[in-house]
């Protein structure tokens, strides 16, 4: 079955440093990886996919994440963050289901950035 | 862009209330989808709806929950009789694709549901 797991609950970096969120999958076919981020009381806005077009994908706000095969990873990195990078971030595994497709999301992993 | 929009943004209702939560997909998609998610926890799915019926339901959509879609713009989450437990944020999600699974899914803000 296919799963997905976010180590790290909470990240804390400084302004202007890397930011790294890891996101493993479980998939027994090739998956489809996503990307979300969830600001405070807003919903969740996609920031990057992986359809297997490419391995490192970029996505809005200076994210990108790398797909790993042989790690099954795709961590998501920004090499400097900002202050508006603080937020909750979402990995999800889009998995076949009936002939149709639903998302399966990790637990989530908070960014906090400080001065 | 177009987005997906849920109203209200915040509802609260006396356990055992039916309440309806409204969504309004982006006009080309349609596929069209329910998570929730209880406080502190993961995002679940809980129900796709494609051609005016259900194509598939998790086990936390029970036979207090329905779906539907009334009219031409607009996604409905009916919960009959509510519980306690049925406190948590709805999204509504849509996607002009779901049988190709790379097609990303667009989420609304969200109708927070708080059950007395």
């Known amino acids: 079955a296919q799963s997905v797991t976010q180590l790290g609950s909470h990240v804390s970096v400084s302004e202007g440093a890397l930011v790294l969120l890891r996101c493993n999958y479980s998939s027994s076919v090739p998956p489809y990886l996503f990307w979300y981020v969830q600001y405070p009381n807003q919903g969740l806005q996609l920031l990057l996919k992986?359809?297997?077009?490419?391995?490192l994908v970029k996505g809005i706000n200076g994210f990108e994440a790398e797909f790993k095969k042989s790690e099954t990873s795709f961590h998501l990195t920004k090499p400097s963050a900002h202050m508006s990078d603080a937020a909750e971030y979402f990995c999800a595994v889009s998995v076949p289901s009936g002939g149709y497709n639903k998302l399966i999301f990790g637990a989530g992993t908070r960014l906090a950035v400080h001065p | 862009e177009p987005e997906v929009t849920q109203t209200p943004s915040h509802q609260v209702t006396q356990m055992g209330q039916e309440v309806i939560l409204r969504c309004v997909p982006i006009?080309?998609?349609?596929?069209f989808y329910w998570y929730r998610q209880i406080l502190g926890q993961k995002v679940e799915f809980l129900v796709s709806?494609?051609?005016?019926?259900?194509?598939?339901k998790s086990e936390i959509f029970d036979d207090q929950f329905s779906v539907e879609r009334p009219d031409g713009s607009n996604f409905t989450l009916k919960i009959r009789s509510t519980k306690l437990e049925d406190s948590a944020m709805y999204f509504c999600?849509?996607?002009?694709?779901?049988?190709?699974?790379?097609?990303?899914?667009?989420f609304g803000d969200g109708t927070r549901l708080s059950i007395l």
């Open positions: 709806f494609y051609n005016n019926e259900i194509s598939e």
């Open positions: 999600a849509s996607s002009e694709d779901s049988q190709r699974g790379n097609q990303p899914q667009h």
């Open positions: 992986y359809t297997s077009a490419a391995t």
């Open positions: 006009s080309n998609h349609l596929y």
